[in-house]
Structures are given as structure tokens and as C-alpha cells.
T-cell receptor, first 112, second 113 residues
């Protein structure tokens, strides 16, 4: 079982470039989340989804878009990257009836 | 909105000493509370969770935490630190119908010889 897989693991972008981070889970979980982790700030929720075709804003959604076209995938897009989006991004998923969320290994993004 | 406060961004203990990492939360309803551990360049791994059953929760690697409603606390302890415990620890509370996690700012645990 792969669990939650994030692609890519590392990326360097120039300011203004766009990219998409992919999160895939093989546990048939309904809920999926994108968090960003910054030093001294813990993890903050960017966007989340409670099921295929649904998305909602979290605490820090500006500059990001998401899509959940398939239940197993949750995509995070940056249309025009800014240095402030330099961060480590974590995807997580959870089953409705369970309490534990499972996290991917993270994507380290640097915007120069 | 719920919030989580972790006192002490860095904690240093000697190997074999007691580990105490503090977490306080604010919540208007009985919460679900979690402790996660993050080793360098890794994702988050669940240590333990409180889900309104026993107030003393035992987790992996010898860690445990006690839920104290009167103090709105969920402190993490381990009787004897090991070098392999060096990591960053996050306390989190779950809220809302989508079970979104709100994290504290983390505590980096250093274990010295």
C-alpha cells in the first residue's frame, strides 16, 4: 500500500511560473487536504475537499487553486508563483468514519 | 475557530531524562486532539490521539499524553528520552465536519548525551 503519494518531491520555480502539485491516495478516502509548512508557523490549511468534485478554502488559500476530478487525486496549482510561496507542502487524506489523517512525504518548493 | 498553543519552540533534554512537551488548545466543543512527530525531511507520523475515550492516551515509541479538560491541555510525555526521539513534534486539534486539523507551531526536541 503506497498510502499518500506526492509528486514532485522537490521543485525550484522562477517567480511568475506556474506548476501543479499532485497528491494521490490509494485508501479510498473521502477527505483530502493541502497544507503548507513554514518555519515557526506549523502547518496551515490551504484548501481541502470532502469528496470528488468538491473543494473548499482553508486558512491560507490566496494564490492557490485546487481540483478533485477523481476521488484518489487532489491537485494543487500555483498559477503565478511568488517567493512567499516557498514552503514545504503536505497532502493528507482521511476516511469519514476515522479520526486519523495520513500524510504524504511532502513537496519542497522554492520560488526564486 | 479552534487554536493550539505549544509552549517552547525548542526543548533540550539529556538522554534518559523525562520529556515534557506542552500543548494547550481552545475549543468550544469536546475536541479530538493529536500529537504528530516529524523527523528531518520526512512527513508527519501520528504518535497518539485523544478521541473522548480514556483521558490518558498511550502512543508509539513510549509516548503518552493526558487530556485535562479543566486546563485545556494535552501535554506529551515520555519517561526516558532516547537519541532517536530528536525530531519536531506538533500538537493538533480537529474541527468541523471536514475534520480539518489546526496545528500548533511545533516544538523541536533535542536529546543530548
Amino acid at each position: 500500500n503506497a498510502g499518500v503519494t506526492q509528486t514532485p518531491k522537490f521543485r525550484v520555480l522562477k517567480t511568475g511560473q506556474s506548476m501543479t502539485l499532485l497528491c494521490a491516495q490509494d485508501m479510498n478516502h473521502e477527505y483530502m487536504y493541502w497544507y503548507r509548512q513554514d518555519p515557526g508557523m506549523g502547518l496551515r490549511l490551504i484548501h481541502y475537499s470532502v469528496g470528488e468534485g468538491t473543494t473548499a478554502k482553508g486558512e491560507v488559500p490566496d494564490g492557490y487553486n485546487v481540483s478533485r476530478l477523481k476521488k484518489q487525486n487532489f491537485l494543487l496549482g500555483l498559477e503565478s508563483a511568488a517567493p512567499s510561496q516557498t514552503s514545504v507542502y503536505f497532502c493528507a487524506s482521511k476516511q469519514i468514519s476515522e479520526t486519523e489523517a495520513f500524510f504524504g512525504q511532502g513537496t519542497r518548493l522554492t520560488v526564486v | 475557530a479552534q487554536s493550539v498553543t505549544q509552549l517552547g519552540s525548542h526543548v533540550s533534554v539529556s538522554e534518559g531524562a523525562l520529556v515534557l512537551l506542552r500543548c494547550n488548545y481552545s475549543s468550544s466543543v469536546p475536541p479530538y486532539l493529536f500529537w504528530y512527530v516529524q523527523y528531518p525531511n520526512q512527513g508527519l507520523q501520528l504518535l497518539l490521539k485523544y478521541t473522548s475515550a480514556a483521558t490518558l492516551v498511550k502512543g508509539i515509541n513510549g509516548f503518552e499524553a493526558e487530556f485535562k479538560k479543566s486546563e485545556t491541555s494535552f501535554h506529551l510525555t515520555k519517561p526516558s528520552a532516547h537519541m532517536s526521539d530528536a525530531a519536531e513534534y506538533f500538537c493538533a486539534v480537529s474541527e468541523g465536519t471536514a475534520s480539518k486539523l489546526t496545528f500548533g507551531t511545533g516544538t523541536r526536541l533535542q536529546v543530548t548525551l
